[in-house]
């Protein structure tokens, strides 16, 4: 029985043998697709770019999600265009003439300007549009009254009241008034055009030659957005070489990368805090809303969290929006244990009370964030209990639903506006979670909203921000800081005060 | 054939439990797919049209039926986000389904001759480090021996680069390249266990008495062992690699995540985090097809192999 048999042999010889064949296909295809960046230009380069998610749609009229924003800045465009510093700037049109009483904006067409299929934009194009945006029902567009075409350069957009900062509402994206189905053929007007797209995969982009504004073009040929869902896998991907750029990757990933590796740091624009429904006790109380304000350190929570990074904030704004953010606001309330406990008192709640932060599992910060705060209300006699709960269970029963009593949460600006983060907290706003509800607020809001002057919006704006930071709306935190990981064969990484990833302005990094 | 025709209409009763539950688990689980798609900023009149859109308003039974009708016509229904269900799904099975063929072939080459020699070899030198190896293989877990694979295979020896897929539709060499590694972190727990079955069960064979008398008949090693024993000992193994088969197709959902493969699995934990059910209960629905079609198949062996299951039937 010991005798081996030839049969045998074969058999585990021939596993053998076609095992190496398989592996050594690997080595040499591996081997072959590894870099060609040897002689490498801005035209022979591919650089991918992990996405945490997948897009929600490539309808730009129709996605939601600030991931797909980000990605879609670079295909569509609208009649301005935001930069980085926060300004807008005339894109398609090329002219913007606004009347008195701010209810009438003219736009001149900027001449020549093509769209990804070759097509020259018209009023057509636009009209078609803008209508159609406005026919998704998007709140930002109720006021919207006729959308005209004066002549074949002009196009007035007409609003029911005055809008000073309806402008930053036309970052619209413009697309050919024939498109059939925008969700399968993306076209824009971007200095990128879309190639292909397969679900949860990828989305593949290549530079448009025929870009109107030549200084802005892109440098890098192709890109690939590519979905990289496990986030344990981003640094070995980053490191092995099919990402080479990733956004919002923690302090921890960061860490971790080696040094072929840049991390560009900046902010992510949220408006984070722990925000309590202000419509269950003992949360109606203005005086509890106070004492928290009071028991919470956000540079302990910024140093737990981040590292220490992120700003401080002390009401709905957050730095990148220059002049309507109010340092100042910060000091409303410096952490004063003590005083906390005072306040307490003096609201009846001595001997403290507890309740229950409902916080988004997918969000680590906020999750570490709550953690933080409830160790530090626990000082002054508050028992936090943190809930953690499926996003979608969070936007239905938290967001949508208002059914919690406290929650940890970042807010962006969708648009370039004050009225973006602070809309929500007048109290007949559908998307006023908070249950918040001043009539001094609502007062300066309206006031902030019909006056046609800048400065004086900006003051009545500002007024807002401190009402909501005295009357203690929510315990505001800080904007978190953001990392992006770039490797170093590409440089030209911007930040933006909005979601975007504006790739146009990354090339390969001199010496390569 | 009467054995086919019972088994065929097992098949479309259980498929029947199987979609009434997939169809009320995810309407009862909290999530509302219209308020995921449109987010923060959706107002209550956006949310209405969604819903109505997406047809969410009618009551349970009309959507129950409406979905099922259109299932048996071979017509999925429409993603929330990515059109017709069919075309999605067309698109990422053939990834998933070599994954797993691919994984299937590895497992065969690797624990056949493996277990065979080993039963042969019983007690000897190598037969003993068979059997250890074999015990500490089974207990890594698929998606351990992922992250090990990528970190050896990927990160320090640089045979392939570790999140680079490429679809087969734009390198087909590529493709498979990619997926060799994943392959072998699925094969080789199921390996071990196949080894261990098979020596075990050849072991026994050899012991019995046909096995003695076909060596007094004059017959050497060679054909007694694979006219006769293997034929006997290969019942049990057939099973369990069937089975594993099917197992294959479902455990690559997790190795699809380790591996960044943007498969069925990728496409069904997405899909679930989304609430975009037409694709959940899609990808279900088919997995549980394809299991029981497995497992159809397994019984249909079993005959060929060893005719006298069919007569007691």
């Known amino acids: ?97 606004i009347s008195d009483d701010a209810t009438e904006y003219t736009f001149t067409l900027r001449d020549g300007v093509k769209f990804h299929n070759g097509k020259e934009v018209t009023a057509e194009d636009v009209k078609y549009s803008l209508e159609r945006y406005k026919d998704t029902g998007a709140s930002s567009f109720e006021d919207v009254q006729a959308i005209d075409i004066v002549d074949d350069d002009h196009i007035k957009v007409t609003l029911g009241t005055a809008n000073t900062e309806f402008l930053s509402l036309m970052t619209v994206a413009i697309i050919p008034a024939d498109l059939a189905d925008p969700d399968k053929e993306p076209i824009g007007t971007g200095p990128y055009k879309f190639v292909s797209r397969s679900p949860q ?54 860490s971790q990368l080696s040094d072929s590796f840049k991390i560009y740091e900046g902010q992510m624009n949220l ?14 109380n203005e005086l509890v809303r106070q004492a928290m304000c009071y028991a919470v350190d956000p540079e302990e929570i910024m140093d737990f969290v981040s590292d220490g990074a992120g700003f401080e904030i002390g009401s709905a704004m957050f730095p990148s929006f220059g002049k309507y953010f109010d340092e100042s606001l910060n000091d409303t309330y410096n952490y004063d244990p003590d005083k906390a406990k005072e306040l307490l008192a003096e609201a009846g709640y001595a001997d403290g009370f507890s309740f229950t932060i409902t916080v988004p599992s997918n969000y680590t910060q906020h999750i570490d964030t709550a953690e933080v705060i409830a160790e530090e209300l626990q000082k002054v006699g508050i028992k936090a209990e943190i809930s953690q709960i499926e996003w979608n269970s969070w936007l239905e029963d938290v967001y949508g639903g208002k059914n919690y009593e406290a929650t940890v949460i970042g807010f962006d600006a969708s648009t370039l506006c004050a009225s973006a983060l602070l809309y929500r907290y007048t109290s007949d706003a559908h ?37 909501l930071s005295e009357t203690a709306a929510a315990v505001y935190i800080q904007d978190l800081p953001e990392f992006v990981a770039m490797s170093d064969k590409f440089e030209g990484y911007t930040f933006y005060p909005l979601y975007a990833q504006d790739i146009a302005k990354i090339r390969l990094a001199d010496g390569e | 054939m009467k054995y086919i025709l019972k088994k065929a209409v097992m098949m479309i009763l259980t498929l029947f439990v199987v979609s009434i539950l997939v169809f009320l688990a995810f309407n009862l689980i909290p999530g509302d797919p219209a308020a995921r798609k449109l987010g923060t900023e959706a107002t209550p009149a956006q949310l209405e049209n969604l819903r109505e859109e997406m047809g969410l308003n009618d009551p349970l039974v009309v959507r129950y039926l409406r979905w099922a009708g259109g299932f048996v016509k071979g017509d999925m229904g429409d993603s929330y986000t990515y059109g017709p269900v069919e075309k999605l799904i067309a698109d990422k099975v053939p990834i998933t389904i070599t994954l797993a063929l691919m994984a299937f072939v590895i497992m065969t080459i690797i624990s056949i001759p493996l277990g065979i020699y080993a039963a042969r070899n019983k007690g000897g030198f190598i037969d003993r480090i068979i059997v250890v190896t074999d015990q500490v293989v089974m207990s890594v877990p698929p998606f351990f021996a992922g992250i090990l694979i990528t970190l050896i295979f990927g990160l320090i020896l640089k045979l392939f680069v570790p999140g680079k897929f490429v679809s087969y539709n734009r390198d087909p060499a590529g493709f498979f390249a990619y997926l060799l590694f994943p392959a072998i972190a699925i094969a080789l727990p199921k390996s071990a266990m196949t080894v261990k079955l098979l020596r075990g069960s050849v072991i026994e064979e050899i012991g019995r008495d046909y096995a003695r008398t076909a060596y007094s008949r004059g017959n050497d090693t060679r054909q007694v062992l694979y006219r006769h024993i293997l034929k006997n000992a290969m019942i049990p193994v057939v099973t369990f690699m069937g089975m594993a088969l099917a197992d294959m197709v479902s455990g690559s959902i997790v190795i699809e995540q380790v591996f960044n493969i943007p498969g069925l699995g990728r496409m069904l934990l997405t899909s679930i985090n989304n609430r975009d059910y037409p694709v959940v209960e899609a990808i279900i629905m088919g997995i549980s097809i394809m299991v029981m079609t497995v497992n159809f198949m397994v019984d249909v062996i079993y005959r060929i192999i060893d005719p006298r299951i069919d007569a007691v039937d």
């Open chain 1, 1 to 97: 029985m010991k005798k081996k048999s030839p049969v045998n042999r074969t058999y585990v010889q021939k596993g053998l043998a076609i095992l190496s064949v398989l592996s050594t296909m690997a080595i040499a295809l591996s081997g072959c697709s590894g870099d060609k960046a040897a002689d490498s230009s801005d035209e022979s380069v591919t650089l991918t770019v992990g996405i945490a998610q997948d897009l929600d749609g490539l309808d730009p009229h129709n996605v939601q999600a600030a991931g797909t924003r980000e990605v879609l800045f670079n295909i569509f465009e609208g009649l301005v265009k935001p930069d980085e510093e926060g300004n807008l700037n005339p894109a398609l049109a090329s002219e913007i003439s």
């Open chain 1, 201 to 254: 995969e990828n989305v593949i982009v290549e530079k448009f030659d025929d870009y109107w504004d030549s200084a802005n073009a892109a440098h890098i040929k192709d890109v690939v957005f590519k979905v990289e869902a496990n986030p344990d896998s981003i640094v070995m991907d980053l490191e092995g070489g099919s990402i080479d750029m990733m956004p919002r990757v923690t302090s921890t990933q960061a």
């Open chain 1, 431 to 467: 998307n006023n979670m908070f249950n918040y509800a001043n009539a001094d607020y609502d007062a300066a809001f309206k006031a902030a909203q019909s006056t046609t002057d800048d400065a004086e919006q900006v003051k009545y704006y500002k007024e807002c921000e401190k009402i």
């Open chain 1, 271 to 284: 408006v984070q805090a722990l925000y309590l429904n202000n419509a269950v006790a003992p949360f109606d």
